[in-house]
């Protein structure tokens, strides 16, 4: 079956670093999305990786390695603002998005 | 640029009623939307996929019959819960694409949800 694995909950501190962790099994693979999302709110795209490496895109970046199933989501200089889910989703060999449960992160000041 | 609005935002229906969710895509062109279900601390679930003049391409498990969606244009979805009973009352989300495919590797934008609730 297709599978996608990710911390349900993390707690990091204002102004420090947190990583997000996402693991894949699915039939296929033409990308990974990552999403954040505030409660109640619909999801805000962050981040598509489809070929190996760290992309980064202001205080976030996203990595990926599909040889290994991997990605993950960096976080820096964290804001209260961040604390939020942050969902990964990756585009199998049908085009379908297949989702992850989601991240809670809870930022501390 | 690219934003994508939903109507209404929130929604309170009887059991027994139909209710309608219109998604637009209020600064582009969207030849392909969807439509998500979310329950509480759950991902979210495709139900369906529009194609703008086509029918649309319903996910496993969801019922056609009861979750009507239209593209009559490039710019408007709607999807209408017929006979809404309690079970559906949900987080609706809409998002629109520029893409061709039925799920496509261009953005994604999403609209801001509707939140149905059914008595």
């Known amino acids: 079956g297709q599978n996608i694995d990710q911390p349900t909950e993390m707690t990091a501190t204002e102004g420090a670093i947190v990583q997000i962790n996402c693991t894949y099994q699915t039939s296929g693979f033409n990308g990974l999305f990552w999403y954040q999302q505030h409660a109640g709110e619909a999801p805000t795209f962050l981040s598509y990786?489809?070929l190996d490496g760290l992309e980064e895109k202001g205080r976030f970046s996203s990595f990926l390695s599909r040889s290994k199933g991997y990605s993950y989501l960096l976080l820096k200089e964290l804001q209260m603002k961040d604390s939020a889910s942050y969902l990964c989703?990756?585009?199998?060999?049908?085009?379908?998005?297949?989702w992850g449960a989601g991240t809670k992160l809870i930022i501390k000041p | 640029g690219a934003v994508v609005s939903q109507h209404p935002s929130r929604v309170i229906c009887k059991s027994g009623t139909s209710v309608k969710i219109e998604c637009r895509s209020l600064?582009?062109?969207?030849?392909?939307m969807f439509w998500y279900r979310q329950f509480p601390k759950k991902s979210l679930m495709l139900m369906a996929t529009s194609n703008e003049g086509s029918k649309a391409t319903y996910e496993q498990g969801v019922e056609k019959d009861k979750f009507l969606i239209n593209h009559a244009s490039l710019t408007l979805s709607t999807l209408t819960v017929t006979s809404a009973h309690p079970e559906d009352s949900s987080f609706y989300i809409c998002?629109?694409?520029?893409?061709?495919?039925?799920?496509?590797?261009?953005?994604?934008?999403f609209g801001p949800g509707t939140r149905l609730t059914v008595l």
């Open positions: 989703a990756v585009l199998d060999s049908n085009y379908q998005l297949i």
């Open positions: 990786n489809v």
């Open positions: 998002s629109a694409s520029y893409g061709q495919t039925s799920i496509s590797t261009d953005t994604q934008y």
């Open positions: 600064d582009f062109q969207a030849t392909t």
